[in-house]
């Protein structure tokens, strides 16, 4: 989420000494052979990059004008350098004197800002999802192949060396073959509030910019920024938010190399009533052939008595796993609750083997540029790209879908036990938060069949049209032949 000025600066204190360089331009750095990256998008997400690659940055682009100079003043003071400020990416991008960009902006500007900066020859660390939809993630696996660039996805949990061991030591059979995967985000979403009159824009935002590809529509929610997620318009709710990197570990875990060839979703926007329209309550069935990867989304704390105290203390923890992953096999299980944890279990849930230890990502990012090497990525854009379309697969569903009482939902699914089994239980979640669940509140979307090498749906023109999305000129994303 968003960081004010003082979050920054305590945050940031800790690397101040580290970050300082000689005072003088930007363009001093070329000198010394390092990657001179232009970063994209502050508010949020990119204060970490802001420090994460501290000097390596030569320019900041935001386009809140007011986000710009903040960021811009204080990473000029802790760094005791001048960085460049621009306010539209396009004029950044056309730099030549500029080697990469990292893209932390909203997730409806990823791709188009990515392959404007693939065309002009610079590398991209873009955060996920790397796309909005699926149709726009493939042509940015494109221009990074046509145009040989060095494309990172913000999926840091790949450079973790306890994750790798993890996943290898699974491939290797050591507790049998997989059986399911089941990715959890159980993460507190409060309602963003709802107003009766659209949102006053703040001068210092240039909306046209901002707004992009997506509809140029008036805002019935309190803030701008970061509730973009919760706006179909402009986000994809928390599957394409914090659980993408979720969605990404279990793909992983899985050994999954395409889309799912059929997937179905079900959940809704329930116990309040605000101004975003994405769920806080999801479950996404992927139906790979060998083991079913599913994902449940859960904003609402464990009961209507914990909503007194939003926090991840209040969530609901399930089997180790709150914000993270469960795989499944038939000898026992692995439990990956972080980005840089897994621990093993035995068919008895005793503990048999554990791994710990983070990766440099952004790091990662650099050598690869350094020695434009694509092979060195720890993820790669294809691998984004894959991952974040399972986001929206799910979600087109969820969009296609009608609402129905929980009772013929569970008839509609009672031939699918693992399906079964996670709506059951999201049934009691809702339950312990006094969510009527047999008012016709839930949707069900329909279950979507997929050509994974086409990257298309089978016989349904309107959810293979949920794929794409009407561009709005001149922010129109490229197909890349």
Same mark, same amino acid.
């Given at each position: 989420?968003?960081? =004010?000025?003082?979050?920054?600066?305590?945050?940031?204190?800790?690397?101040?000494?580290? %970050?300082?360089?000689?005072?003088?331009?930007?363009?001093?750095?070329?000198?010394?052979?390092?990657?001179?990256?232009?970063?994209?998008?502050?508010?949020?997400?990119?204060?970490?990059?802001l420090?994460? %690659?501290?000097? =390596?940055?030569?320019?900041?682009?935001?386009?809140?004008?007011?986000?710009?100079?903040?960021?811009?003043?204080?990473?000029?003071?802790?760094?005791?350098?001048?960085?460049?400020?621009?306010?539209?990416?396009?004029?950044?991008?056309?730099?030549?004197?500029?080697?990469?960009?990292?893209?932390?902006?909203?997730?409806?500007?990823?791709?188009?800002?990515a392959?404007?900066?693939?065309?002009?020859?610079?590398?991209?660390?873009?955060?996920?999802?790397?796309?909005?939809?699926?149709?726009?993630?493939?042509?940015?696996? @494109?221009?990074?192949?046509?145009?040989?660039?060095?494309?990172?996805?913000?999926?840091?949990?790949?450079?973790?060396?306890?994750?790798? *061991?993890?996943?290898?030591?699974? @491939?290797?059979?050591?507790?049998?073959?997989?059986?399911?995967?089941?990715?959890?985000?159980?993460?507190?979403?409060?309602?963003?509030?709802?107003?009766?009159?659209? &949102?006053?824009?703040?001068?210092?935002?240039?909306?046209?910019?901002?707004?992009?590809?997506?509809?140029?529509?008036d805002?019935?929610?309190?803030?701008?920024?970061?509730?973009?997620?919760? !706006?179909?318009?402009?986000?994809?709710?928390?599957?394409?938010?914090?659980?993408?990197?979720? %969605?990404?570990?279990?793909?992983?875990?899985?050994?999954?190399?395409?889309?799912?060839?059929?997937?179905?979703?079900?959940?809704?926007?329930?116990?309040?009533?605000?101004?975003?329209? #994405?769920?806080?309550?999801?479950?996404?069935?992927?139906?790979?052939a060998?083991a079913?990867?599913?994902?449940?989304?859960?904003?609402?704390?464990?009961?209507?008595? !914990?909503?007194?105290?939003?926090?991840?203390?209040?969530?609901?923890?399930?089997?180790?796993?709150?914000?993270?992953?469960?795989? *499944?096999?038939?000898?026992?299980?692995?439990?990956i609750?972080?980005?840089?944890?897994?621990?093993a279990?035995?068919?008895?849930?005793?503990?048999?083997?554990?791994?710990?230890?983070?990766?440099? @990502?952004?790091?990662?990012? &650099? !050598?690869?540029?350094?020695? @434009?090497?694509?092979? %060195?990525?720890?993820?790669?854009?294809?691998?984004?790209?894959?991952?974040?379309?399972?986001?929206?697969?799910?979600?087109?569903?969820?969009?296609?879908g009608? #609402?129905m009482?929980?009772?013929?939902?569970?008839?509609?699914?009672?031939?699918?036990?693992?399906?079964?089994?996670?709506?059951?239980?999201?049934?009691?979640? &809702?339950?312990?938060?006094?969510?009527?669940?047999e008012?016709?509140?839930?949707?069900?979307?329909?279950?979507?069949?997929?050509?994974?090498?086409k990257e298309?749906?089978?016989?349904?023109?309107?959810?293979?049209?949920? &794929?794409?999305?009407?561009?709005?000129?001149?922010?129109?994303?490229? #197909?890349?032949?």
């Amino acid at each position: 989420m968003s960081l =004010n000025r003082r979050d920054f600066v305590k945050a940031s204190t800790a690397v101040t000494v580290s %970050m300082a360089l000689p005072a003088g331009r930007a363009n001093a750095l070329s000198e010394t052979g390092d990657v001179r990256v232009a970063a994209i998008g502050v508010n949020g997400r990119g204060v970490e990059h802001l420090q994460s %690659m501290k000097n =390596n940055i030569v320019a900041i682009c935001d386009c809140d004008e007011k986000v710009l100079r903040l960021r811009a003043d204080l990473f000029e003071r802790m760094s005791k350098r001048k960085v460049d400020r621009e306010v539209d990416y396009r004029k950044l991008v056309e730099r030549k004197d500029i080697d990469a960009v990292s893209i932390a902006t909203p997730n409806h500007t990823h791709s188009l800002i990515a392959i404007a900066a693939i065309q002009a020859g610079k590398d991209v660390y873009v955060e996920k999802p790397v796309s909005h939809n699926v149709w726009e993630g493939r042509q940015l696996v @494109h221009a990074a192949r046509k145009y040989d660039r060095i494309v990172q996805c913000g999926t840091q949990s790949r450079s973790s060396p306890s994750l790798k *061991q993890a996943a290898a030591w699974l @491939h290797e059979g050591n507790i049998g073959p997989i059986q399911y995967a089941i990715a959890t985000c159980y993460k507190p979403r409060k309602a963003i509030g709802k107003l009766n009159e659209p &949102l006053k824009i703040d001068k210092d935002v240039h909306y046209d910019l901002w707004c992009g590809p997506a509809e140029m529509v008036d805002l019935y929610r309190p803030r701008l920024h970061y509730d973009w997620h919760w !706006d179909f318009n402009t986000g994809n709710g928390d599957l394409g938010n914090q659980g993408i990197h979720q %969605m990404d570990i279990a793909r992983w875990f899985l050994g999954e190399n395409a889309l799912s060839p059929r997937v179905m979703s079900v959940g809704g926007r329930l116990g309040y009533e605000d101004g975003g329209n #994405t769920p806080n309550t999801q479950i996404v069935f992927h139906d790979y052939a060998k083991a079913p990867l599913i994902f449940e989304v859960r904003g609402l704390p464990k009961s209507k008595a !914990d909503q007194k105290n939003w926090s991840g203390d209040t969530m609901d923890n399930y089997r180790g796993s709150r914000v993270g992953v469960i795989v *499944q096999c038939e000898g026992g299980s692995i439990v990956i609750p972080s980005y840089s944890s897994a621990t093993a279990f035995d068919k008895d849930g005793k503990e048999i083997k554990s791994w710990n230890g983070g990766g440099n @990502h952004f790091g990662n990012f &650099l !050598d690869a540029v350094k020695e @434009h090497k694509r092979e %060195m990525l720890h993820a790669e854009v294809l691998e984004g790209h894959l991952s974040s379309a399972l986001c929206h697969t799910g979600n087109v569903s969820y969009q296609l879908g009608k #609402t129905m009482p929980a009772g013929q939902i569970r008839e509609e699914i009672k031939g699918n036990a693992r399906a079964l089994d996670s709506f059951e239980r999201m049934v009691a979640h &809702l339950r312990a938060n006094e969510v009527d669940v047999e008012s016709s509140s839930i949707t069900i979307g329909p279950w979507l069949e997929m050509d994974p090498a086409k990257e298309t749906f089978l016989e349904n023109e309107k959810a293979s049209s949920m &794929l794409t999305r009407k561009y709005r000129a001149p922010f129109t994303v490229p #197909t890349i032949a």
